[in-house]
Every structure is written in structure tokens, then in C-alpha cells.
């Protein structure tokens, strides 16, 4: 019992928090949970867990509040965290990420399968999967749904997409620069191609604009998904051929795919 590794998991939700707290422990995880971000932040200080499992929005201290503490602390800043998000807003997962959470889960979409898997990333086993192996929900190689090309170098946002979009049997490919996205564009041709503007090597109005000039791939759908906002911008990328333009900070990755289904199906 004492190589057991501790996971605290602070969440106000009571039927949430008891669904996870059953599901680790049948996993031979040792659980300890706190209904506040205060109590959280002084279980991590008595406990040292392996892991913490947080919920953003929570009374008396707010999540992105308890990463900040633990992350000026030494003795705390490198517990792995994994967030629960109630929005999914990709804003709000961003900022997570980058106040130093390592993973996220969406609430509206839980999984009790995907939490293991999150956690067995983190701090036990872990499973590799292949950026281009896509499977469907039985784990079997999914060949015969529509390709979707996604080409964005957010790694998380581009991982968030590819599962949400998998679970709708997709077949995905992802490129995380301009040039590659343009190689897999005419090697590939798939059904529509998902393209942030904002990219390493070549933009996406640059991959745009030669996609749209190629005969072979002219006709493949584009949606834009973009931080960039601005009139102008979006204009630029409607006037080069693209279907629709998503700015990143206003759309959940549900209302994204439900986007990708109007124009593919």
C-alpha cells in the first residue's frame, strides 16, 4: 500500500467527484478530495498527492487561483494537474494550459474511460497512440468515414479536435506547420481540411492561396479556425476560397464538429 499513488481530486460537484473518486480507486489509486480550491490547496501542502485532478470553477478559491499558488511554491509546482472544464471554451483551456495544467477534461462530454487514460498519462502507464492511427470506438482502424485534414500547431487544441472529431468517425490526419499542410493537401486530398492562419513555415492564407490555385484540391472545403478577428482578416480568408471562419476563442470543439458536419456531413 505505501507505492500507491495519491491523486486529490477538488471538485464542489458531489455526484461527479463520487463517480471519480470510485472509478480511481478501483484502479488502485489512493483518493483524497476537497469540495473548495482552499481546502484543495491545503490538502496539496499536507499530502504532496501525484496528481491533482481540479475543477475551474469552485467556492472560496477559484482553480486558476489554486495553480497559481501551487505553482509559486516549490515544493508543489511540479504536481502534474489535470483540469475539469464546465464550458470546454477553448479560451479557458488555453489559459489552463498555460498557467501549467498538463491535460484537461470537459464535463458536458466525461468518460470515465478517458480519465484513467488522462491519469495513467500523467503519473502511471502510459498508452501511445500515433498522431495519424485513428481509431473508432471499438479500436478497430477507421478507413471508411470522411478525411479530415487538420492543420494547427496548438498541440492541444489540435488533440482535442482529433478526438472529438475520431468519436464521429472521422478519418484524421493532422500537419502542424503551413508546408506540411500544403504536402498532405495534395498528397492526401481529403473531404475538408480544418486550417489555423497562424502557422510556422507558411501561414494559412498562404496554404490557402495555393490550395485554391491547384486544380486537383481547389474544390476540398476549408474552415478557418483562427485567433486572428479582425474584419480584414476575416475577409482575406473568404476572399481566397474558404467555407466558414471560426475564431478559436468563440466556439467549443462540440459547436466546431457540429460546423464540420453542416459541410461534409
Given at each position: ?11 464542489d ?8 473518486q470510485k472509478k480511481?480507486s478501483r484502479?488502485?489509486?489512493e483518493i ?5 480550491g ?6 496539496i501542502r ?6 491533482v ?5 469552485i467556492?472560496?478559491?477559484?482553480g486558476f ?12 509546482k511540479?504536481?502534474?494537474?489535470i483540469i ?6 477553448t ?8 498557467l501549467g495544467?498538463?491535460?484537461y477534461?470537459?464535463?458536458t462530454?466525461f ?6 487514460e488522462?491519469?495513467?498519462k500523467?503519473i502511471g502507464?502510459?498508452k501511445k497512440v ?10 478497430k482502424?477507421?478507413?471508411d468515414?470522411?478525411k479530415?485534414?487538420?492543420i494547427?500547431d496548438?498541440?492541444?487544441?489540435r ?7 475520431e468519436?464521429?468517425?472521422y478519418?484524421?490526419s493532422e500537419?502542424?506547420d503551413?508546408?506540411?499542410?500544403l504536402?498532405?493537401?495534395?498528397e ?5 481540411i480544418?486550417?489555423d492562419?497562424i502557422?510556422p513555415?507558411?501561414d494559412g ?5 495555393e ?8 474544390d476540398?472545403p ?6 486572428l478577428g ?6 482575406r480568408a473568404f ?10 476563442a468563440h466556439?467549443?470543439p ?12
Amino acid at each position: 500500500m505505501k507505492n500507491m499513488k495519491k491523486i486529490l481530486i477538488i471538485e464542489d460537484e458531489k455526484i461527479l467527484l463520487e463517480v471519480l473518486q470510485k472509478k480511481l480507486s478501483r484502479e488502485g489509486y489512493e483518493i483524497i478530495t476537497a469540495k473548495d480550491g482552499l481546502e484543495g490547496l491545503e490538502k496539496i501542502r499536507a499530502e504532496s498527492p501525484n496528481l491533482v485532478i481540479l475543477d475551474i470553477v469552485i467556492p472560496k478559491m477559484g482553480g486558476f487561483e489554486v495553480i497559481e499558488k501551487m505553482r509559486e511554491e516549490p515544493d508543489l509546482k511540479s504536481i502534474p494537474i489535470i483540469i475539469i472544464s464546465n464550458s470546454g471554451q477553448t479560451v479557458e483551456i488555453e489559459k489552463a494550459l498555460r498557467l501549467g495544467a498538463k491535460d484537461y477534461l470537459i464535463k458536458t462530454e466525461f468518460d470515465p474511460k478517458e480519465v484513467i487514460e488522462k491519469v495513467k498519462k500523467q503519473i502511471g502507464e502510459e498508452k501511445k497512440v500515433s498522431a495519424t492511427t485513428n481509431k473508432n470506438e471499438g479500436g478497430k482502424l477507421n478507413k471508411d468515414g470522411p478525411k479530415i485534414l487538420i492543420i494547427e500547431d496548438d498541440q492541444f487544441l489540435r488533440g482535442l479536435i482529433t478526438r472529438k472529431l475520431e468519436k464521429e468517425k472521422y478519418v484524421i490526419s493532422e500537419a502542424v506547420d503551413g508546408e506540411e499542410g500544403l504536402r498532405k493537401i495534395r498528397e492526401e486530398k481529403p473531404d475538408l481540411i480544418l486550417l489555423d492562419l497562424i502557422l510556422p513555415s507558411l501561414d494559412g492564407f498562404e496554404v490557402l492561396r495555393e490550395a485554391k490555385s491547384d486544380p486537383e484540391v481547389k474544390d476540398i472545403p476549408v474552415i478557418v479556425l483562427s485567433n486572428l478577428g479582425q474584419k480584414e482578416d476575416v475577409d482575406r480568408a473568404f476572399s481566397l476560397g474558404a467555407v466558414d471562419y471560426l475564431i478559436k476563442a468563440h466556439f467549443t470543439p462540440e459547436e466546431i464538429i457540429e460546423k464540420v458536419k453542416k459541410v461534409i456531413g
